[in-house]
């Protein structure tokens, strides 16, 4: 009797470990680690050979725990954790933290096309990929913040920062096509452009 328990407490363990240690790891590593942590647990038999008096049943159970414990990983890693330190919102921080502060740099160098009346550059950069790749990822790192994986993009705080930010440049972009330079809209969605950074934990774009 205590040597199935130990048994069992050994593979109620090793799922502990899967499902804690499985956080940052991609949904295929994250079989794979449950895959090697169960074997390794089934290949060490203590105190003279118990494993070979498990019944099918104990094996199905521990492995149920495993799989348990990393679909809670799942969830949370899915909704970006509790709080803004979630897994999800630090995969986001690095796949677009780069873009935003590139994007960010280019806006803030328009200010001097802006200042000289040279509407045409201005335009130039309004239909270029860098700012296209601006709202791109400026919207997809600060939908990161989420609370959870249900919570309403427009209830958060980051994405109401970076849309009062767009709603500005986009503005300024449409007197453009009216032969338009805005420059007071340009100003407004500089001021909204550092609010979002400082926002999203990005340094401010410096003048």
Not at 49 to 55: C, E, K, M, N, S
Not at 73 to 82: E, P, Q, Y
Not at 112 to 133: I, L, M, P
Not at 149 to 177: H, R, W, Y
């Amino acid at each position: 009797a205590c040597q199935h328990i130990r048994f069992k407490f050994r593979m109620w363990l090793w799922a502990l470990v899967v499902g804690c240690g499985a956080v940052q790891l991609s949904g295929e590593s994250r079989a794979v680690r449950a895959r090697l942590a169960l074997k390794q647990a089934l290949a060490e038999p203590s105190d003279g050979g118990v494993i070979g008096t498990v019944t099918r049943r104990e094996a199905l159970g521990a492995s149920l725990a495993a799989a348990t414990a990393l679909a809670r990983v799942a969830r949370v890693d899915a909704s970006g954790g509790a709080t803004a330190g979630g897994a999800y919102l630090l995969r986001a921080k690095e796949r677009y933290n780069a873009r935003v502060v590139a994007g960010a740099k280019d806006f803030r160098a328009v200010a001097g096309a802006v200042d000289s009346g040279d509407a045409q550059s201005v335009s130039a950069f309004f239909s270029g990929a860098s700012y296209e790749d601006l709202c791109a990822a400026g919207f997809l790192l600060s939908n990161a913040f989420r609370s959870n994986s249900t919570q309403n993009p427009d209830k958060i705080l980051q994405v109401k920062k970076f849309k009062a930010f767009q709603k500005e440049a986009d503005g300024v972009a449409a007197a453009l096509k009216k032969r338009k330079l805005d420059k007071e809209g340009f100003a407004r969605a500089l001021e909204a452009l550092d609010d979002y950074m400082a926002s999203v934990d990005l340094q401010q774009i410096p003048a």
